[in-house]
């Protein structure tokens, strides 16, 4: 087990360089099996989750070959079989080996997906997608077995924007014969990643990154190279680094425009900042105002940065709230952060934040990846060392994060207990 060493108090100045982005990696690893040549894939951050991709892709025969940043996948020799349930509860993205290998093979059987417990998770919009296309679909035990003898293009209407079940469908429905029509599709940065690299491998997908994805169904994949886009939840996270603890702490090789939503309710709460083409400087200020956040799909305010984003809230001189309308279990980094002196109370889906506060050090745990971030964020600040148990899961998602804080000043590591 790794716990995590965080001694508060100390200011960060200097540039933290954004990785690609984990969201958009654990998509095109899985998309890449579509392929009957070899993918290139760049810019793929250095995490855990990739890893554990890059066993299943391993296991099913695929040829890797990482360096530094690039990863390499001949899919020449990949062959359908059943993905073992200790690799594939490692993590959410598993559920993508769904839709790439019953696109590619009309048949897959697969165990539930893993991934952080932030609530119920179901994956229904994926399986009934695949139904609507023509698969059928059994749940023996905690095993998914999904079968078609064709697969037909039709229109798909999701009813809640999911990203898992748009980024699924689009990959399925390239195998499917004729066209498929998503409808109230997720928008996010990584849909039109991994849109991109279908495209290059020849597939014919219009409108990914709007509410309607159009696919024309292809019967052969080949060869093609993709960048990874810039991790906007990482690039989020750091700008509020920024305005807790930041003295001209320069954020570089992002895309603004992605965490806009942020960055209009950082203004709203007075915080300073110098916005470039693809870089955010910034520093902290004194007496922050509250503001209100309410979560929803791109391009509203990410689930994935309230949590990070709730130290800032403890700072500002009055109430800020928190409305959490995507996950029904993601305040479960607040009792840490009230032991380490916040006022907040959680009713229902709000989260009310009584600022300023006064961090003081305790010994905390990590219960997901964006709770994990939190807390560190909250440590930097603090007076006094924090100690972080389970940091496995930040390391989930965060490429190097010890080193990145390092660099600018922060006084961090990590060790073995
Ligand atoms: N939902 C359903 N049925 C479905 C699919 C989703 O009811 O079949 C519900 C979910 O329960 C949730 C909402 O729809 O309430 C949105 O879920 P979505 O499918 O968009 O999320 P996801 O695919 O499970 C991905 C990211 C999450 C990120 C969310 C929202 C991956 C591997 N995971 O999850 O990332 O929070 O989209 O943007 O891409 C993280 O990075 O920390 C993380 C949890």
Known sequence: MKQMIVEGS??????????????????????????????ELTNVPN????????????????EIKRTDKKMRIDCTKVQNKEIPENISKRLR?????????????????????????????????????????????????????????????????????SVGATMNLMIVATYAKGVTTIHNAAREPHIVNVAQLLNKMGAKIEGAGSSEIRIEGVTNLGSAEQEVVPDYIEAGTYVIAGALCGNHLEIKNLVPEHIASLTNKLK????????????????????????????????????DLQQPLTPLLALAHGTSTIQE???????????????MGADITVEDKVAIIKG???????????????????????????????????????????????????????KISIQEI
């Not at 006094?384 to 998602?397: P, Q, S």
């Open 93 to 161: 993205a598993s559920y993508y080996f769904m839709g790439a290998l019953l696109g590619k093979y009309k048949h897959v059987e697969m165990y539930f997906p893993g991934g952080c417990s932030i609530g119920k998770r179901p994956i229904n919009f994926h399986l009934e997608g695949f139904e609507k296309l023509g698969a059928k679909v059994i749940i023996e035990g905690n095993k998914y077995i999904v079968d078609a003898e064709e697969l037909i293009g039709t229109d798909i209407d999701l009813s809640i924007a």
């Open 10 to 39: 100390h200011k960060l100045s200097g540039v933290i360089e954004i990785s690609g982005s984990k969201n958009s990696a654990v998509a095109l690893i899985p998309a890449s099996l579509l392929s009957s040549g070899v993918i």
């Open 325 to 339: 309308n995507i996950f029904e279990n993601r305040f479960m980094h607040i009792p840490y952060l009230k032991e």
């Open 268 to 303: 709203e709460m007075g915080v300073a900042m110098d916005v470039k083409e693809n870089s955010i400087c910034i520093s902290a200020r004194e007496n922050y105002l509250p503001i209100d956040i309410k979560t929803e799909v791109y391009p509203g305010f990410p689930t």
């Open 356 to 410: 300023p506060t006064s961090f003081r050090a305790k010994q905390v745990v990590a219960t997901d990846l964006r709770a994990g971030a939190s807390l560190i964020l909250t440590a930097l600040v603090a007076e006094g060392t924090t100690t972080i148990d389970g940091i496995e899961h930040v390391l989930r998602g965060y490429e190097d994060i010890t080193q990145k804080l390092t660099n600018v000043g922060a």
């Open 47 to 62: 995490i855990s989750d990739i890893d554990a991709l890059t066993e299943i892709l391993t296991f099913l025969g695929a």
